[in-house]
């Protein structure tokens, strides 16, 4: 079965530092997402991009944050400056779009950000 | 802005009796998902529920959606200690792809 796949599954990195997260969605999925854990609380919203735009964004996803699907396969998050709180599960999920609404949005294994 | 509800937050079982989780959110929607998510893992979709009245189980697990309500239901029977995991119901507004998650139920099942 098709699976979204997230690299890497863990990133340290200091306090500051720039970060990509990589994601390669379902091959035929339209719709990408991020979406963030922080440990032990719930799942929140980050970003959805369909047609190579941003369609809609929390507030969570400041001018700190940014994606792109930068070739026809990968989805990228980066955090250009990162701070403490940002340190959180993060993850990609992918969907073909409303018109398919008994899918429900696939999931990847995340990336654990820690941020020292 | 839309805000889903889950209770009981944690909930403590014992092998063999049946419980129900509720997911209450607070505006109109088309979709309504339940997900699981076992400890450090990914999040696995168990149900999609489209509409009212709309009932899908599998195995001892059942979902029902009642929109009038803005409730949904996931009702476990006979339960067993691979169910333990965390279960969160997402809500997806009218015109809208953006999975708005619960709560969280951490469910723990004692032998």
């Known amino acids: 079965e098709p699976e979204v796949t997230q690299t890497p599954s863990h990133q340290v990195t200091q306090m500051g530092q720039e970060v990509i997260l990589r994601c390669v969605p379902i091959?035929?999925?339209?719709?990408f997402y991020w979406y963030r854990q922080i440990l032990g609380q719930k799942v929140e919203f980050l970003v959805s991009?369909?047609?190579?735009?941003?369609?809609?964004k929390s507030e969570i996803f400041d001018d700190q944050f940014s994606v792109e699907r930068p070739d026809g396969s990968n989805f990228t998050l980066k955090i250009r400056s990162t701070k403490l709180e940002d340190s959180a599960m993060y993850f990609c999920?992918?969907?073909?779009?409303?018109?398919?609404?008994?899918?429900?949005?696939?999931f990847g294994d995340g990336t654990r950000l820690s941020i020292l | 802005e839309l805000k889903v509800e889950q209770n009981p937050l944690f909930l403590s079982m014992q092998e063999g009796k049946n419980y129900t989780i509720y997911c209450n959110y607070s505006?109109?929607?088309?979709?309504l998902y339940w997900y699981r998510q076992d400890p450090g893992k990914s999040l696995e979709s168990l149900f999609v529920?489209?509409?009212?009245?709309a009932v899908k189980q599998e195995g001892r697990l059942m979902a029902s959606l009642d929109t009038k309500a803005r409730l949904s239901t996931l009702h476990i029977t006979a339960a067993v200690h691979d169910l333990s995991a965390t279960y969160f119901c997402?809500?997806?507004?009218?015109?809208?792809?953006?999975?708005?998650f619960g709560t969280g139920t951490r469910l723990t099942i004692i032998p």
């Open positions: 999920a992918s969907t073909r779009g409303s018109g398919f609404s008994n899918q429900p949005q696939q």
């Open positions: 505006t109109t929607s088309d979709r």
């Open positions: 091959s035929n999925h339209l719709y």
């Open positions: 991009f369909y047609n190579n735009e941003i369609s809609e």
């Open positions: 997402a809500v997806v507004p009218f015109g809208n792809e953006k999975l708005t």
């Open positions: 529920l489209l509409s009212n009245g």
